[in-house]
């Protein structure tokens, strides 16, 4: 079987973490330290704090900018559960937005209906996609930026994530890179990076507040800092097999808006079956030709099926979750199992 997806781990990635083993500092220190430079030097402003996991980076992300108790969030449906565990664990209510059908990404235009009250949203850069950021804003919504799957894209504008108040980012084994575990937080505004290092910093001080530990730990940072500098490669190495993939799809299937679009950060090649019948025989049929598929998010996972909200309000979160397939992409794939994938869909009749 050809894996959907699967960690790249070098040879000299093995190194840096062998050097952190070797060198008697293993928990939280110079090299996490060094991983929050580069993800600052990658945006050449503001600063960044290293953190347990891409949850734990969000729930920093919205106690840093410090809203009221129980404020409303928005959120979009078509999203992981991660974003509710974050919302919820920092004492918000979330409000679930539909995502449009073009990027899958949050639907600004459905924030004075479905989230009149939210101040504050998390805007999800799906699969590398980018979010209307700036749409959010415009109708009154801070954003924090979630770049868990579009880290080392480049927008029209800048690194994703440049826009809106903080970007967190995932460093768990299924994203762009991995530490096994991790996350980390950027922001332009020093002081929100400040509260969260204020947050993890819990132990030796003088007076006492709630805080916690979600340090993330030098053994992670090496791994991913020594990733972190092939992310160019990585962004073009993904880039190349979905333009093979892109070439081999046939008529009547579609792909996610800005599939091809330079600079983006592919981290799911998502196919747009006609409907759920189509989908689940391109499943079949790719699984027949050994080609590992994933339904990213299906029908239950939706966030608004979570809350018990009514799904006629969800059409297009709905129809991804029934028409959507992600074939293979990572930077292991060898040219046989990129030809193979692209056989395989080639011959497929919509
Ligand atoms: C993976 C992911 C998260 C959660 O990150 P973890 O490191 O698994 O906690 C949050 N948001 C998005 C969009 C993700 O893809």
Redesign the pocket.
Known sequence: MIPHNRPCITAEDRAAVDAVLASGWIARGPVVAALERALAGLYGAGSACAVS????A?YLAIRAIGLEPRSAIAVPSY??V??LNAVHMAGCTPRVLDVRPDTFCIDAHLLPRQAPDARLAIA?HCFGATADVMGLEARGCAVIA?C??SLGGIDADGPSGCHGRAAVF???AT?IITAG???LVWSREPVLIDRIRDYLEFDGRETYAPRFNFQMTDIQAALALSQFERLSGIRNTRARICSRYREALPDGLGVQAATALTGRMMQRFAVVAPDRATRDRLWTHLGDAGIGCAVPIQRFELLHRYLGLDPDDYPASEALADTVISLPLHVGLAEPDIAAVCQALSSFKP
């Open positions: 996991s891409g949850t734990a969000l999203a992981c991660a974003l999800v979630d868990c799957q995932s460093l768990y994203k575990q991790g996350g």
